[in-house]
């Protein structure tokens, strides 16, 4: 039983890390219907980005504090922002009234494009990561959970309400939404869809360079390609709650990552990454809508 | 119209020559191979094992083009099949017989796991193909891995280092030709009528379903072919190279081959050709700059999607430039036949929502009913349940004597109920003539291997069908658009052309969903003399919907008014014009005064 | 737009293809030249595989630099020409063979992963092209016939090697696996440690496995902890062992691990940190090992190298591209045909992995050694783990199982305490003489110390 909920609190910590990167992909595909695979490679860019902050231009990582994990973090924000930004104006915007293949391939390029020009920069090497200050795990009822996964959970719950008041409480957020249901009219209404898509896929971004930080220091192994498998179950968190559904992500990607723990566990666990496809499978079968969206019934 | 002539002699002498390229192309590829690839003293070895590549290539994406180009469903799982069809192969070939001069046994080998392939492309699809682009992308991406992720797991499959050695049975000639016969296959079915129908999923899934296309079958026979010479291509991939491992199926191979459809030119077979040429040639020139390569090739890729989005091609073929030009024929005669329409008490519910409740309807051959009542008031709801597009809550609806409940629309389209929309669904970017040509579609009877032999069946209906759509196009008046892209059109021919696609399906019974909209005065003229005409030619009971009130009345001899899903009037056009119910809810005071001497002088209109 | 997009697109192309470098034409390789001689190799230094690549890269740039600025052979300076194969097999295929044909090298060096290696084979025997696989440890690769080499041992011998060190040393009874299925190196050592551990009388009592590139393996390990091994043997490679090892301190399985030579390389305790101390893994030999040969190779890496330490496949692939230019030494002229015969008789040669002695197999026969990860700070920031390097004194010949024991690495000076390797059908029946080889150990540990557990 102990074994059960401690799989059950692994699961949870991880799926609160796919949750913040699902909630990146669910937006932008709300604004945009585009699957942004480049979207894991920016979360790798923040770990990556946190590395060189905390090893290589300070001594952060060797005496980490919350402050410099915070100054870090905040860094590596504004870092993924402006590549999030970047990636926007240069390869999707031209792409906006084509076929959604031709937007998807470019996606992958771009997602290429890191990757390879990453291991191009930082090298192919792994790296060791470390910007919070070394706890020990709390033991509760014999289940462990590690500091690191407080710290996860707390801040993607952290930051889903955040996300949730600024779509549904602020004007940018309105605007976001209106986009995602028919940016014509919301255009004639005086939205400025060049802003919006931009303001969503900094917003994106910044969660992304949050989850890269929290996954880094997690799993402490930092190397340009980490994000292409982190990226896809992101997605796959993101479909299962429903796309372009907020609270749907978070959903999507807790009950992701307990599945994985669960039949990695009881299973064999070399069929992991299988699950992910296998659930996206059935779910997309089942109630393509995802758990929480709503189905969009198309006009005759 | 079908012609029983010609001998025995002058059937194989078609089918001969209509294969010629192929038989032809044998010999030349054998002797390349023997002479120039095999010979040790030339040292071509690399520039061979590239054309080798760039054949396996062709295969692929020419086969993945019949589902991403020509049918417009999204797939990127290719790899998955090529690794069914090669590692069921591999395995036959490594325990089959030492020696195999004849091939016989790699033949064999060969078909078992294209059609393991198949198969496996028929599980992924059958499923999977009722989902929208994207995520029919993903579905596609996740079957690929797990098929992956099992081969990695399969000591049975060699497990991670794979399988080796593989007798090596194929090579240039037999790489080559199977590429042939691709091209040629998806060549013949790109130009059949079965051709057509893929590209009319491609364009408007539910305007194809409504002209009696089964969607969902075309989109499973494209995924399945696909699979097959995916298969085909793993196969050769394994007996050429003599070894097969897992990492060479990742999604990143299934990606290559999607960059190169698109590069080539969604639906272009021309395109695909000499993009798997371009791209597979691509990397090894840059190998020059080495580390730089993928990088280099990330951004070219990108590059071509903003500058080029359609791809090389489009959808340009290069036999095109020899196409000639059918003549046109005279107009043939239709006979009008029994036709039905029988609604009882249907009710459909929409959550919480009734759209439409207790309507009945009967619609006897040759009639000319009328549907009106305000906006929202359920009349597409009405012809949406009678063309199957949602089934009703309550009620039955039979047409040509048939219940229609659990039948797709397709299926009632085939019956003979055929319809237009309220916001026009054309094919948009195929000409006028295709567009009638698929509307033809559900009557022909060649099957598609008919089609990929071109067989004497398919000439005749292929003739067939290109004088009934001559006839349409002129009785609507259209015959001098005949090769321009529907969407090019006017809006006024564009809605005579959707009317005309829905004859050419040859329904007993057509409804037509607002065909004045958005015409004037003039027009709206013609079309009351052209819907009379088509009901007096082609012997079709029509059912319109329609809210201008002098084409209404100009045309119907019967009316019936809906009014928030109920009928609240139902009769003669005179009946409805004094009906109170009816002024009040839908045509107004102003109307009723303004058209008082009409309505008592007027008698029913013929 | 569109003609100036189009006009674009093929300016871009004609770039691509002027930057072609063209091959050199004809010449037979050997033939009574002046010009230099060229090696290919074989790497992915793109792709998933990257870091392997690029390290074994590193080794033979830098064993060429060596070997050039000592006169080169026979009085001609090597050219190495090295090609990417993004970690794909039938890429290494078309390098291999682009190597072969188009660049008429007169050997390859390569590849790293067994599954590209096969690839590879069949172009170079076909071709009649020495070739000289640096680490890959499945054993098809050099049954592909008569011109593949290989500078490393086989999964068979590493595997036995910790499975007798467990049971031997550690004492052992229960031990559980953890393998890497995407990688057969994994996989090789995992069944060869399964078979032998149970053949020496012990237990496995959980086998678990993951896929590399995976960072979380709670779920495995939980199902380990529950199954109560005595260690835990993951032969995998560092970039996931690291994160295994913290991992499995997290929930609460404090045995040690066992791993095999994938584990060499400093960010290994980077990323494991203490998590790792206490537990062993099998490699050619120790980067502190203080006998000249290695210091020397080390010194010379990290003065090449911007201060990185060599990591084992770096170290293997060095003595690849040394055996092989020692055979081109040896060798009667630069023809493919002599070189193979000089690389069969291959003897004792002096590598930094060890003495390297070619089998009738093309396989290296050469000793292993055990090392422990001990107390001590990361290896970049504060100097490096400190390994004890664990020895066994073991002379028998195992009935069946292939393979030497262990003997030290340290590239003893004394030539006489050299074991003499007889090439017999099951490779390395071991000689008395090798226990001798016991005495010269330069390092700390005296024969017959036990580790403190």
New interface residues.
Partial sequence: MIDFLQRLVDGVSLGAIYALIALGYTMVYGVLQLINFAHGDVFMLGAMMGWYASSVWTSESRNPSIAGALAVTLFSMLACAAVGLLIERLAYRPLRGSPRLNTLITAIGVSFFLEYGGQLLFGPNPRAFGVLPHRASSVVAGISIGYVDLVTILTSVVLMIVLQRIVFHTRIGTAMRAVSWNPSVAALMGVNIDLVISFTFGLGSLLAAVAGILYASKYPSVHPLMGLMPGLKAFVAAVLGGIGNVPGAMLGGLLLGLAEQLVSGYTSSSWRDAVAFGILILILLVKPSGLLGRGAAEKV | MPFFGGSALKRTGKAVRSWLPFFIAIPFLVLIEQGIALNPALRLEYVFQNINHIGIAIILAVSLNLVNGLTGQFSIGHAGFMAVGGYVSAVMLMRGPQEDPYRIFFVVAMLTGALAAALAGWLVGKPSLRLRGDYLAIVTLGFGEIIRVIIENTPFFGGAIGLSPIPHRADFAWIWAVAIVTILVAKRLRDSTHGRAFLSVREDEVAAEAMGIDTTGYKVRAFVISAFFAGVAGALSGAFEGNLAPQSFTFVRSFEVVAMVVLGGMGSITGSTIAAAVLTILPEYLRAVANLRMVIYSIALIALMLLRPRGLLGTREVWDWWRKRRPPRAPGRREASEALIDVRHATIRFGGLTAVCDFSLEVRPRELVALIGPNGAGKTTVFNLLTGVYPPSEGTIKVLGRDTRGLAPHAIAHLGCARTFQNIRLFRELTAFDNVRIGCHHLTHESMAAAVRQGELSDQEEKWVAERTEELLEIMGLTHRRDELAKNLPYGEQRRLEIARALATGPQVLLLDEPAAGTNTREKTELMALIRSIRDRFGVAIVLIEHDMKLVMGVSERILVLDHGVTIAEGLPREIQSNAKVIEAYLGEKYAKEHAAQIAAAGSPR | M?RM??K??VC??AL??A???E?EGGGNVGAADTGVIKIGEVGS????E??FG?SSDRGIQLAVKEVNGAGGIKGRQIQVI???D?????EA??AA??L???E?VLALLGEVA???S??MA??AQA?KVPMVSPSST?E?VTA?GDYIFRACFIDPFQGYVMAKFATETLKLKKTAILRD????YS??LAKVFNDNFTKMGGQIVDN????S????????L??IK?AAPQALYVPGYY?DV??IA?QAR???LTVPLLGGDGWDSE?LY??G?AALEGSYFSNHYSVDDPSPRIQEFVGKFKKEYGGQVPDSLAAQAYDAAGMLFDAMKRAKDLTGPSVRDALAQTKDYKGVTGDITMDDKRNATKPAVVLKVAKGG?YE?SGRIMPEGLKQSGTEAPAESPKKTEGNTAPNPAPGNRPTPTPTPEVGATSAAQSAANTGQPQGVPAGEHPKK
């Fill in positions: 569109r997009s189009a674009f697109l871009m192309f691509a293809a930057c072609k470098k091959p230094m793109t792709g998933t990257a870091t690029t090295a090609l990417d993004e970690g794909k097999p039938e295929a078309t063979t682009r072969i044909a188009s008429h067994s599954t590209r096969l690839f069949p172009k071709a499945n098809k592909v299925v995407r990688n057969d996989v090789g678990e496995s993951y896929s590139g995976d960072v979380d393996f709670k779920a495995q939980t199902n529950g970039t690291g994160l913290r997290e929930v609460g960010k980077e990323i940190g990361k920031f």
